[in-house]
C-alpha cells in the first residue's frame, strides 16, 4: 500500500513553454501533499505544501506564479511549470500523507526529471 | 528550527563490510526519526523510522536506534551489499506534524 505515482517520469520542452507533472496517490487518500526540487547531488528542497481544496503554500523564494500547485482531489495533485527556462531544469519529487491516520508519514513519488533547453 | 547533521560523503566500502552513517538532530519537540533511500535516477524509499526514545527501527539488515540523550539516529548495517549502492538521507519530522526536515544525504558506493 501506500504508493505514489507521478507523471511523466521526464520531460524535455523547449524554453518559454509550460510543463504540467502530475502526482497522484494510488490506493490512499492524500489529505496533504509536498512538492520538492532536488539539485543534483543535493538534498530535497520543499518548495511548497498543498491541501485539498486549498492553496498552496510555498515556501520563502519561491515563485508560485511561476509554479503553479492544484491539489483538487484528495488523490491528485499537479505542479505546472511556467514559461521554463534552463534554469528550472531539475529533479522534481512529490510526497503524499493521509493526515486521518493520525500518522505524519510522508510516501513519495518516483520523481520527473524536467530538462528545458 | 529543525536541523539533521549528516556525517559527509561519499562512502566507499567493499561487500560484506559494516555500514555506518552518523546522523544528528535538533529539534525543539520529540520529533520521529526517519532514515530514507533514493537509488540513481529514482524518489525517496522509507528504509526505517522510529517515532520515540530508544526505539529501534529495522528494514533490509539496516538498523536504527533512537537516542535522545545523544540526539541521533545512525544508520547501521552488518555487511553490505553492492546493491546498497544510494544515497541515504536522515529526515525528522515534529509531532505536529508539518514537515519533513532532511539532512544532506551520503552517497554509499558499495565495490565487489
Known amino acids: 500500500g501506500a504508493v505514489v505515482s507521478q507523471h511523466p517520469s521526464w520531460v524535455i520542452c523547449k524554453s518559454g513553454t509550460s510543463v504540467k507533472i502530475e502526482c497522484r496517490s494510488l490506493?490512499?487518500?492524500?489529505?496533504?501533499m509536498f512538492w520538492y526540487r532536488q539539485f543534483p547531488k543535493q538534498s530535497l528542497m520543499l518548495m511548497a505544501t498543498?491541501?485539498?481544496?486549498?492553496?498552496?503554500?510555498?515556501e520563502q523564494g519561491v515563485e508560485k506564479d511561476k509554479f503553479l500547485i492544484n491539489h483538487a482531489s484528495l488523490t491528485l495533485s499537479t505542479l505546472t511549470v511556467t514559461s521554463a527556462h534552463p534554469e528550472d531544469s531539475s529533479f522534481y519529487i512529490c510526497?503524499?500523507?493521509?493526515?486521518?491516520?493520525?500518522?505524519?508519514?510522508?510516501?513519495f513519488g518516483p520523481g520527473t526529471r524536467l530538462t528545458v533547453t | 528550527g529543525n536541523s539533521v547533521t549528516q556525517m559527509e560523503g561519499p562512502v566507499t566500502l567493499s561487500e560484506e563490510a559494516f555500514l555506518t552513517i552518523n546522523c544528528t538532530y535538533t529539534?525543539?519537540?520529540?520529533?520521529?526519526l526517519f532514515w530514507y533511500v533514493q537509488y540513481p535516477g529514482e524518489g525517496l524509499q522509507l528504509l526505517l523510522k522510529a517515532t520515540k526514545a530508544d526505539d529501534k527501527g529495522s528494514n533490509k539488515g539496516f538498523e536504527a536506534t533512537y537516542r535522545k540523550e545523544t540526539t541521533s539516529f545512525h544508520l547501521e548495517k552488518g555487511s553490505v551489499q553492492v546493491s546498497d549502492s544510494a544515497v541515504y538521507f536522515c529526515?525528522?519530522?515534529?509531532?505536529?506534524?508539518?514537515?519533513?526536515?532532511f539532512g544532506e544525504g551520503t552517497q554509499l558506493t558499495v565495490n565487489p
Open positions: 490506493d490512499f487518500q492524500a489529505t496533504t
Open positions: 529539534a525543539t519537540g520529540y520529533p520521529s
Open positions: 510526497s503524499a500523507r493521509q493526515d486521518s491516520l493520525g500518522s505524519y508519514e510522508q510516501y
Open positions: 498543498s491541501n485539498e481544496g486549498s492553496k498552496a503554500t510555498y
Open positions: 529526515a525528522l519530522i515534529e509531532t505536529s506534524g508539518s514537515r519533513l526536515t
